[in-house]
């Protein structure tokens, strides 16, 4: 048996105004939460601050008015939440807000037949008013709720309330993953809900909890994306504004919006109408529609380029500072594992994999965190992430893996966050490093290390070509002589890769130790087949 606060006020006025405060409260409170949801037009995350702001600016609309009835209040609310649109949802929102109210009659408190006709009004405007509309989107959920409630005609009103509610929860619920396929950009969405579908039933919960119709409520942490990156490439602005213009021009209105840009809503029953468009010449938007009425209200923003952020729990033990290291063959996973970082993997086909690394740094239960690239192609990447967490995250530029183990040697957990960061960076940067590619040495195709008939080799420090040769052990002794005119060191780290075998791996120690006896050699395996042989010296 449901109880409603409603139902023991005798002030109509006072009741509209809980149900709306109430909605506009829930959106205020869980505005952020409803913001790490967007995906879907553009992954911009502000689908839930529009939609608030959106809900306010009804809501101190309606206020302005003297009240005479719930139909002329909701009208007023409607028409302020069309004024005051956010975005493409809060335009949605505010043009169902409008078929609402225009579905409701009479002085006194609406009934379920009032309600219900409002709602089938609403969702035949919210489809009216998008000029593409989308499946999965919170046009969906209104649909949906929207038949359902036809059940609900003979119920009590807290019944059929209650019901509009459970519905949309079904409907969001139902439709998850159904956005994935749309999302831009280099995004890793699993069974995403629309943001805007969350946020009409995150409002739908705070008007019917502020009446006292108890709702089951949806545990939206399960909901927030893992992670995701995105390359947006589309509209560069947000337009939104008003124009008055005469009800036989809609249909031309529409048909030039088309050619203009995407995710047009054209919304409002009356002129002025609520306009929200994605372009990249504003202008040009705001000259073609002149001509057909004045325009006001004008608001453009310009949307991110990329929207990187995670929400994950931490897992995990706690560490004061836990390290990121990257590595692209077995050997050297398990050489960064024992020194206690964690590891990800650099793939040949996908250097740029930045959702894992933002799910990795979230999911940490660490206060800060420390990032090696150990490959030039990483660097950048790994700086991007880090200046999505406000200086949680370190980049320690390491280009070669050798550098990335020097600086392993001065990580442990139980020490001085700032002193680690620092001696690890001074071992890192005390390692000049180069390394050496070409086929295996002992291919079917030569004769050995020893021929001199073609040159296969090559090896470089930095950006420098040090030595072409078709001897792998005269290339070899040569990066590590322009090692040692950079760096006076004696301790030579060597990363055998997947192409170089042990022949090769003896002729090169010996004719070290041969030709630069002074160099101490550590040797590590590893199974990448993009280079032949790393060389370090500190």
């Known amino acids: 048996m449901y109880y409603s606060i409603a139902m023991a006020l005798s002030d109509t006025r006072q009741i509209i105004r809980i149900v709306v405060e109430g909605a506009v409260e829930s959106l205020h409170m869980q ?38 009835s719930i139909e002329q209040a ?49 969702a035949k405007l919210v489809y009216s008013a998008v000029q593409n509309p989308v ?33 949309a929860c079904q409907s969001l619920l139902r439709n998850r993953g159904l956005l994935d396929k749309y999302t831009p950009g280099r995004i890793t969405p699993v069974d995403s809900i ?69 995710s047009i ?25 002149s001509s057909y009425g004045s325009i006001s209200g004008i608001e453009a923003s310009e949307m991110l380029d990329a929207h990187p952020f995670s929400n994950p729990e931490p897992q995990g033990k706690y560490r004061h500072t836990t390290v990121i290291a990257y590595s692209s063959g077995e050997g050297m996973q398990s050489a960064f594992r024992e020194m206690g970082a964690e590891v990800l993997e650099i793939r ?29 192609n990483m660097v950048r990447n790994a700086n991007d992430v880090a200046q999505s967490f406000s200086g949680k995250v370190t980049v320690i530029p390491t280009e070669s893996p050798i550098q990335g183990l020097a600086a392993m040697e001065e990580y442990f957990d139980n020490g001085n966050p700032g002193e680690i960061l620092e001696n690890m960076k001074r071992a890192a940067a005390a390692v000049e490093t180069g390394y050496i ?20 080799f090559s090896g470089r420090v930095g950006n420098s070509l040090i030595s072409e040769d078709g001897n792998l052990v005269r290339v070899v002794i040569s990066v590590c002589e322009s090692l040692r005119d950079k760096r006076s060191g004696s301790a030579l780290t060597l990363i055998a890769g997947k192409g170089l075998d042990e022949t090769d791996r003896n002729e090169i120690s010996a004719g070290i130790s041969e030709l630069i006896p002074e160099f101490e ?17 500190e």
């Not at 939609?51 to 206020?63: D, V």
């Not at 039933?201 to 949806?218: N, T």
């Not at 590619?437 to 296969?456: K, L, Q």
Request: glycine content about 12%.
């Open 521 to 537: 050699q550590e040797w590590y395996k590893d199974n990448s087949s993009g280079w032949l042989l790393h060389v370090g010296l």
């Open 74 to 122: 909701l009208h007023d609310f409607a028409l302020g939440a069309l004024k005051e649109s956010r975005g493409n949802s809060g335009v949605i929102l505010a043009q169902l807000l409008e078929g609402i109210s225009s579905g409701l009659s009479g002085p006194g408190s609406p009934g379920v037949q009032e309600l219900l006709n409002g709602f089938r009004n609403g």
């Open 265 to 289: 809503v054209l919304a409002g029953s009356t002129s002025p109408y609520t306009i929200h468009i994605h372009t990249n010449d504003p202008e040009e938007v705001l000259n073609a529609i």
């Open 31 to 68: 505005r952020e939460m409803i913001n790490s949801l967007n995906l879907f037009p553009v992954p911009d995350g502000d689908t839930g601050t529009n939609m608030y702001l959106t809900m306010a600016g009804g809501l101190r609309e309606m206020e302005k008015t003297p009240f005479s």
């Open 348 to 376: 040949p086909e996908a250097q740029i994999e930045m959702g894992v690394l933002l799910d990795t740094v979230n999911r940490l239960n660490s206060a800060s965190v420390v990032i090696l690239p150990n490959c030039p």
């Open 194 to 262: 629309d943001a805007g579908g969350a946020g009409l039933v995150i409002a739908f919960e705070g008007a019917l909890s502020s009446i006292g119709i108890p709702v089951d409520k949806l545990d939206w942490s399960k909901f927030i994306p893992r992670y995701r990156f995105s390359d947006y490439c589309g509209p560069r602005w947000d337009l939104r504004f008003l124009v008055d213009c005469a009800s036989n021009k809609l249909g031309e209105l529409k048909a030039e919006l088309n050619d203009l840009g995407d």
């Open 437 to 456: 590619v070409g086929e295996n040495a002992h291919s079917p195709d030569r004769e050995g290390p020893s021929s001199d008939n073609t040159f296969t």
């Open 135 to 167: 499946e999965g989107t919170i046009l969906t959920v209104v649909r949906e709720m929207a038949e359902g409630l036809e059940s609900y005609g003979e119920s009590s009103l807290e019944e059929f309330l209650a019901g509009a509610y459970t519905l």
